[in-house]
């Protein structure tokens, strides 16, 4: 099977021993000339091994970071399940609420728990790099695209909800 590495071959242990010890010098402050004569080896062998190295921890803090940026996402999916849920049987009162006399209670509720929805939404799109939270959103080449921010989500949101309480006057 020619191409294949062996990860434990001893060989690929000393390499990464090189790039380790490599990253221990540099970090020493020593040269490239100074870690490539104290490992004996080539100025550019010891630039290569400090770049693997480097390239590799950036990957493993990369790997750290999505793992926790992917269980943050989760969390909010649950939150936000269960504030959609709050929603449907809030909504599903109102009728309740204005008969009571209690309709401005219900609706200040209801909003709360949108705009919690909201926040939800935001922190999500900043998790996964989509926008800023005062910008529009950015497509995958990164120019801007049509679409709310924010606030005028939430302005729209409330316009909204007072429209539909001044038809049910």
């Keep these: 099977m020619a191409g294949r590495v062996n990860k434990a071959s001893p060989t690929t242990v000393r390499a990464i021993e090189r790039e380790l010890r490599c990253i221990e010098l540099r970090s020493q402050g020593m040269t490239f000339e100074e870690i490539?004569?104290?490992l004996g080896m080539e100025r550019s062998g010891a630039?290569?091994?400090?770049?693997?190295?480097?390239?590799k921890a950036r990957r493993q803090t990369s790997e750290?970071?999505?793992a926790y940026r992917d269980a943050e996402?989760?969390?909010l999916d649950e939150r936000e399940l269960k504030l959609e849920q709050y929603e449907a049987r809030l909504a599903g009162k109102l009728d309740r609420c204005e008969e009571s006399g209690e309709l401005i209670a219900c609706i200040t509720v209801l909003l709360r728990v949108i705009d919690s929805q909201l926040k939800i939404l935001d922190r999500r799109a900043n998790y996964l790099g989509?926008?800023?939270r005062d910008r529009k959103p950015l497509d995958d080449e990164g120019h801007r695209?049509?679409?709310k921010t924010l606030e005028e989500a939430?302005?729209?949101?409330f316009d909204r909800i007072m429209k539909r309480i001044q038809l049910r006057d």
């Design 36 to 38: 490539a004569q104290q």
């Design 47 to 55: 630039y290569r091994a400090m770049l693997r190295a480097l390239k």
């Design 130 to 132: 989509l926008y800023f």
């Design 64 to 66: 750290v970071a999505e």
């Design 73 to 75: 996402l989760e969390r």
């Design 154 to 157: 939430r302005q729209e949101l």
């Design 145 to 147: 695209v049509a679409g």
